[in-house]
């Protein structure tokens, strides 16, 4: 079956609502520790349940895709993340929400499987082109969440939040049925059996490297979202929460003009896209570390942070889904690893230098994790220059997969 634009965009809009149960919470936190009775210091759980429920199903349901019918599996987990949903959105108490909150993160991998069938679905000659579109949606989710979350708390609290998110999974259940072509596998595998794969996948070294960039480049984009807002409300500028939320709406201009990333990949530029996408990250923060005197020079660097971004992650996967093409599955959800840990830092650590050394601080601290990313890059070029020797003298099953990626 080929695979449409109009595929491409269902499969977006998947991984877009599914990653958007993870991060709606962050806008609201207030509002639901003040209808909750939770005490302030006891607000990061609400962010952190989904965060580590989402980790764990990276590495225990990811794999499934491997060895499964995918388009059963994405069908199966929205549903299943939409009962989160609906837990989260009646919970009376801190506890049930948390519950909640695990389940749905949890069974949000599914952007991984998604992601991953979206790559084998595609003819290698467009794989890039839609590993740009699928994961835009990624970016969508992620910077749309907190102004969907704010809007919907304004006008009707933010249960309503949940109980919409849980009808778009509903539906999108339905419309992957409905609408994706059975995946039928030839070879059989256990669980056991893609386990030890996936484990295998932490020895090599084209996986490692591309895994550390994302690290790093995950904590330098998460230094830059988890803390932006805090100069934003402060003197000079003291913006409301709905003002400081249309800043995510340059993230997202910046992130789908980076959709063009995968067509450059399709070309066998993936790894040059790579290099010179690091180098704009760095430099983006020459303009968001402005944020206490220039509104406008924190637009561009916001726009350019998340146009890099995503033209790394785009790249990034697009070569990872090529050099290990018998296991997608497993190779997006180890990846995804490397960016859950890079976000979690960054998200952690900006907000303690913030403390200490306000914004200036920040900047310099998302600047060197987008420099440890490009000296990654620089030193995983050897990998890259290796592994097209060996496809060209051995015919390395891998390594052939990464020459025409990369």
């Known amino acids: 079956m080929k695979l449409t634009h109009g595929l491409r965009?269902?499969?977006?809009?998947?991984?877009?609502?599914?990653?958007?149960?993870?991060?709606?919470?962050?806008?609201?936190l207030a509002q639901i520790g003040q209808d909750l009775g939770v005490p302030e210091s006891d607000l990061g759980w609400i962010v952190a349940t989904g965060q580590i429920g989402y980790l764990a199903g990276l590495a225990v349901l990811v794999p499934l895709g491997d060895m499964l019918d995918r388009r059963k599996l994405i069908a199966g987990q929205l549903i299943l993340a939409a009962i989160g949903m609906l837990v989260a959105a009646v919970s009376p108490a801190l506890w049930l929400l948390l519950i909640g909150l695990a389940a749905t993160g949890l069974f949000a991998v599914i952007v991984q499987t998604t992601v991953a069938f979206a790559a084998d679905l595609s003819t290698p000659a467009e794989r890039g082109r839609t590993l740009g579109i699928v994961t835009s949606g990624v970016i969508i989710g992620i910077l749309g969440a907190r102004v969907l979350a704010g809007v919907l708390a304004d006008l009707w609290g933010w249960r309503s939040i949940y109980i919409t998110l849980m009808l778009l999974l509903v539906v999108l259940s339905i419309a992957v049925l409905k609408q994706l072509p059975a995946d039928h596998r030839s070879n059989r595998r256990t669980y056991g059996d893609v386990l030890t794969s996936f484990g295998h996948l932490f020895r090599e070294p084209l996986f490692i490297s591309r895994g550390m960039i994302a690290f790093f480049l995950f904590a330098s984009f998460g230094t830059l979202w988890s803390a932006l807002a805090l100069p934003l409300a402060a003197e000079p500028w003291q913006l409301s929460t709905a003002q400081i939320g249309l800043f995510g709406i340059a993230g997202l201009a910046g992130a789908l003009g980076a959709a063009r990333a995968?067509?450059?990949?399709?070309?066998?530029?993936?790894?040059?896209?790579?290099?010179?996408?690091?180098?704009l990250l760095t430099l983006s923060w020459i303009a968001s570390g402005q944020a206490t005197w220039s509104l406008w020079l924190v637009v561009v660097g916001v726009i350019v942070l998340d146009f890099a971004v995503q033209a790394v992650h785009v790249s990034n996967q697009s070569l990872l889904t090529a050099a290990y093409s018998e296991q997608t599955s497993s190779t997006i959800g180890g990846y995804m690893i490397f960016y859950s840990l890079g976000s979690a830092l960054g998200a952690t650590a900006t907000t303690t230098i913030y403390s200490t050394s306000g914004w200036t601080g920040c900047a310099v601290l998302g600047a060197s994790f987008a420099l440890c990313g490009l000296l990654t890059w620089v030193l995983g070029r050897r990998t890259v220059t290796k592994t097209r020797y060996d496809a060209a003298g051995h015919g390395s099953g891998h390594a052939g997969a990464t020459s025409k990626a990369g």
């Open 9 to 28: 965009l269902l499969l977006a809009m998947v991984c877009s609502v599914a990653v958007a149960t993870i991060y709606v919470a962050q806008p609201v």
């Open 262 to 279: 995968g067509r450059w990949a399709d070309t066998g530029r993936a790894n040059s896209v790579t290099g010179a996408a690091l180098a």
